[in-house]
């Protein structure tokens, strides 16, 4: 079982930078997926940015070259590095932990990011 509590949401500008990151308790496994989601009202959960197994990095288009996923294995947490926000980042971002081996998603709460002027 992985819990994940994420943290570090907010109101920011156009063009600033917030991290977020996700702390896991529970042990997250070497061939486990983990990530970022966002839901933005009216819309469907969509894939910011995940690492997968091996350590390659994915990012949704919209953001690639903005944001950052990395790991703290040591801490067992996970960041989303967000930089140069744009009002269509604003949403509620999720992490994800996703264990192919027993087909299932772990999720936290989710975080509320807001960029406005």
């Known amino acids: 079982q992985v819990q994940l509590v994420e943290s570090g949401g907010g109101l920011v500008q156009p063009g600033g930078s917030l991290r977020l990151s996700c702390a896991a308790s529970?042990?997250?496994?070497?061939?486990?997926?983990i990530g970022w989601y966002r839901q933005a009202p009216g819309k469907e959960r969509e894939l910011v940015a995940r690492i997968i197994p091996g350590g390659m990095t994915n990012y949704v288009d919209s953001v690639k070259g903005r944001f950052a996923v990395s790991r703290d294995s040591a801490k067992n947490t996970m960041y989303l590095q967000m930089n140069n926000l744009k009002f269509e980042d604003t949403a509620v971002y999720y992490c994800n932990v996703r264990r192919p081996i027993i087909d299932h998603d772990f999720w936290g709460q989710g975080t509320q990011v807001t960029v406005s002027s």
């Open positions: 529970g042990s997250i496994l070497r061939i486990d997926i």
